[in-house]
Structure formats: structure tokens, C-alpha cells
């Protein structure tokens, strides 16, 4: 090649043509089709926020009239103390008769109604809302295998981890034990009597190791076998992140909550507390206190 860019072939001088502007219009019309693709993205994720936000609004003002039901009161569920005695489990029931109860920690989001079916292997709920409407955060459910009428010694309640506060989401804040603290009770009015229970043990665990696993098969007691309870309430005092003060037995009630945890492969929170025993009161919950464990 000669200076001048021309290239010589067969004698005849053929200067190159410059591509420059060529690829200026490709790179432009690049950043026009990925403009337009950003902009399709930013509003379909709009149109989906807005979608869920109704969702949960339109989820939240029902929950609200649930609790109004069953409570008997126009006071909005955050702003109510409700009282045992005045649950009204015939009027839940009128609107859904899958519905066993109501759950709430006093002073938190976690105040939902709880449901029981055996549609879908118990599992009905992970995918449904209160009325039936397909809703990714489900309802609190209790364990197919639990009875609530008689009931069951151990009462196993489920529900979504979400990304918010909803459903048993706050239940991965008592890995701090400055919040079993603020927080030490469950109310749980239910078709067997119900009222208030007392944590006991708090456990962040991994369904891939076989001990734990087995928590969930502790239903009721065996008569024959009375080691075996021991052996359960042993394991969950030798292994709870810290000791609540509050005492338990093998003739207590138990009330166990479980809901997903990410941090851990397979991971658990789970929440176990007591039913209050006759001749106790809220004392039980104030006298308590996180205490060095000596496990």
C-alpha cells in the first residue's frame, strides 16, 4: 500500500472506502433498540409493583376484616389488643370453614388467621389466600397431622418467609435476643382453647441434618414411651440459641412455629413456646429473661 490509502491492483489505483460513518450508524441504532428495550423493562417492572402493591392492599384490608370477625371490633388489627374471651371462632368459620384460628405476637405484623385442609396435602395454603385466591405469600396453616380440637400436644403452624414483614417473616428477627425480649408471647386462640403461649427455645436449624427433621415428627406423646417427649424438649433446650427463663415440661402444651430461613442451606426458624399453665399470667413472660444458657 502507498501513502494515500490506495490499493494498487492490476495496475488500477482503487482508494478504500471509509467505514466511519457506517459504523456510527450501527452503534446508533444499537443504543436506540436497547433505549427501547430499558424503557419496556423500567415500565413492566412498574406495572408488576403496582400489581403486587394492590395485591397486598387489597390482602391486608381483608386480613383486617378477618380480624374484625373474630376479635369483634372495629378497631384495625395494629391498633387493637384483643382478648381471648372474646374470639369468635363460629364467625371465621362462616367465612371459611378451613379456618382453626387465629395467631398474633402481640405488637408485630404477625397477626393472621390459620387455616387446615387436607386439599393438596395439607400444603393448600403455601399458594392461597383466606378466600381462595390464588396469593404467592399463602396463610399460616397448621400441620395435617396436627388435631386441634383435642389437641395435639404439639401444634405445628406454618407459614411464608417474605421478603417483608408479612407472615412468619418476623420470626428470623428473634435470632436476636433482644427481640424475644421486647416480643416473649404468642397468642393463639383456636377450636381446642388456645390463648396465650410463652416462648421457650428459639432454633435456626437445617432440614438436612436428621435431628433436626425429626422435630416435626413430634405430634403427641406416647404414653408407652414418655422418653421419647424428654428426648424432644432435651434436644430443644441443649440446642436454642439462648435461654428465655421460661421453663417447660412434658405435660406442657407446645406451640411450634416454622418458617423458612435463607441464610442457612435448607435452613429453618423455628419458634417453640408453652401454653400458659392454670394460675399463671403475663407475669410469666415479664418475669422471664434471656439467661446465660449452660448448655
Known sequence: MKPGGCLHIAGTAVRKQPRKRESEGDNMNVRRWINRVSKVVFFGALVVAALDFASLYRFESNIDEVWQTAYRTE????????????????????KNPDCIGYIRIPDTPLSYPVMQTEKDNGMYYLKYDFEHNPYSNGMPFLDIRCDIKKPSDNLIVYAHNTRNTKMFSTLRFYKDASYFTEHPDVIFDHAGGGGRYHIFAVLFTSLNEEENRKLFSY??????????????????????????GVDVDSGDEILMLSTCYRQIEQGRALVFARKERAGEGQEVSQEAGVQEDTK
Open 75 to 94: 378497631v384495625p388489627r395494629k391498633e387493637s389488643v384483643a382478648k381471648t374471651s372474646d374470639f369468635d371462632l363460629a364467625a371465621l368459620q362462616a
Open 219 to 244: 405430634i403427641d406423646r406416647d404414653p408407652e414411651k414418655p422418653e421419647g417427649w424428654e428426648a424432644f424438649l432435651t434436644y430443644l433446650k441443649k440446642n436454642r440459641l439462648y435461654d428465655t
